[in-house]
């Protein structure tokens, strides 16, 4: 069905194109990946481990006492890894050899004593309180470990409501009954709330080293939607997609998921209420392209989603009406950070988010999530592509300083240029809550990018 341009559409997109760039703050625009230094995984160990040792000896004792844990057990094995246990261990490790056991227990200092108990010890930043010997041994190591400190509260990965912190297996955890004298099952309780914040909480070192992951992750998408990459009428999205993927390998930068590139098109409608308006192929001048990308590297995920336009032979410039829609854009991701109060939940956010982007006229939907050691981290949910309405699980987390986020969502505005069509604005950036404002890592996206 054709659109019709009516007099309060362009009313709403009445915005000076000249102001647009002006009236958002921490615009930035990135160009290529080389600009960035990228270290090789053997020089990445030395930041890692001294990060990961600042965790344990700082935040892990603030956190325990906070979700009042005397003792946190993490035992995995070998391809059966908790998903928390590659935060806590030291670089380079790539399985939980055979049985791995680790113990942090809370001494009366407020200190928290680190230990392993595995066949093959670690070393710093642990101490090992058993190696060598066999299976049952070690089991029984485990209890004398224990049972010698009285925790009267022990933490087991094990949760119903986030993956995260389920982590200990059903085999695992009827063994370590088996070795604890029978007085301690009442003992051991789920560590969820410590999994959650030990993985949402961001501390100084990282937050200083955030900001140049997030650049290379943004300068990226800058080389891909630009004629180095794109032949209008040759170039395929998934050309592009794939282009993303291989530079990213080539700077040893894994990816997470796999990029995703599409394009709208004028006369391929977009409905005001579709969840996604977007296509797939020959990439053609007068295109909207979108691009989905996430990295990890020195331990943190990024996850980050731009928006480039396929210049017409005779335009120097996106069209206005394209240039309005983003513009429309940041103003909801203003809205939405606008939000952002210390104890405030995800639900909470979420709401008042919608409440103020419907008095506004906006077309807006909502779904940020956080980001950290992985990509789709615990903490609030902020909304759901597909439910935007509060989440009774996730979306029930309060809001911490120093916690880090994508803001992530989208807009849809009528386009005069195309005859009133409407496209679709997704936009994601990785930036981080410092209890009174959020900040973005490496700026955000305030203009087109252009493929001439």
């Known amino acids: 069905m054709k659109t019709i341009v009516t007099t309060a559409l362009l009313a709403l997109i009445a915005i000076t194109p000249t102001t647009f760039a002006a009236e958002f703050t921490q615009a930035r625009q990135l160009t290529s990946a080389d600009d960035f230094a990228v270290l090789a995984p053997r020089d990445r160990v030395a930041t890692e481990n001294r990060i990961l040792t600042e965790r344990l000896e700082a935040l892990l004792p603030q956190l325990m006492a906070e979700t009042k844990l005397d003792m946190w057990l993490v035992i995995n094995r070998e391809y059966a890894e908790d998903p928390v246990y590659f935060t806590l261990v030291p670089q380079p490790t790539f399985a939980a ?48 470990v224990i049972t010698e400190r009285n925790p009267q509260r022990i933490g087991i990965n094990v949760s119903a409501d986030w993956p995260v912190a389920d982590g200990l297996t059903k085999a695992l955890h009827q063994l370590l009954l088996d070795a604890l004298p029978k007085d301690y099952a009442s003992r051991l309780v789920s560590s969820e709330p410590l999994v959650v914040r030990w993985m949402e909480q961001r501390t100084e070192s990282e937050l200083e080293i955030y900001p140049a992951i997030v650049s290379l992750a943004r300068a990226v998408i800058a080389e891909a939607f630009s004629a180095k990459v794109i032949t209008p009428g040759v170039t395929t999205t998934e050309d592009v997609a794939w282009y993303i993927r291989q530079r990213y390998e080539a700077l040893g930068l894994p990816v ?194 252009l493929v001439r």
């Not at 004593?113 to 041994?137: D, I, K, M, Q």
């Not at 590297?297 to 032979?313: F, I, N, P, R, S």
């Open 97 to 144: 050899r055979r049985t791995t056991m680790l113990v942090f227990s809370r001494k009366a200092d407020g200190s928290v004593e680190r230990l392993s108990v595995n066949r093959y010890p670690f070393g710093e930043p642990y101490t090992a309180a058993w190696s060598g010997g066999n299976l049952t041994e070690q089991w029984q190591a485990l209890a004398k």
């Open 256 to 449: 997470w998921f796999m990029p995703d590139v599409n394009l709208q098109r004028q006369g391929l409608q977009c409905e005001a209420q579709a969840a996604s308006c977007s296509s797939h192929g020959v990439i053609q001048r007068g295109d909207v392209l979108h691009t989905d990308v996430g990295i990890c590297y020195l331990k943190l995920c990024t996850d980050t989603q731009e928006m480039g336009y396929v210049l017409k032979a005779n335009e120097q410039d996106a069209p206005v009406g394209l240039k309005k829609a983003l513009a429309t854009g940041n103003q909801w991701q203003d809205i939405l950070t606008s939000q952002f109060k210390t104890g405030r939940t995800g639900n909470e956010v979420l709401a008042n988010t919608i409440k103020e982007t419907k008095k506004q006229g906006m077309i807006s939907s909502t779904y940020t999530h956080p980001l950290g050691f992985v990509g789709h981290a615990p903490g609030p949910t902020i909304g759901m592509w597909d439910n935007q309405g509060p989440d009774l699980q996730h979306g029930q987390w309060p809001l911490y300083a120093n916690t880090a986020y994508a803001i992530e969502g989208n807009i849809k505005q009528q386009v005069p240029e195309w005859n009133g069509q409407y496209v679709q604005i997704k936009l994601e950036q990785s930036a981080y809550f410092d209890g009174k404002q959020v900040i973005y890592l490496a700026g955000r996206q305030v203009q087109w990018h």
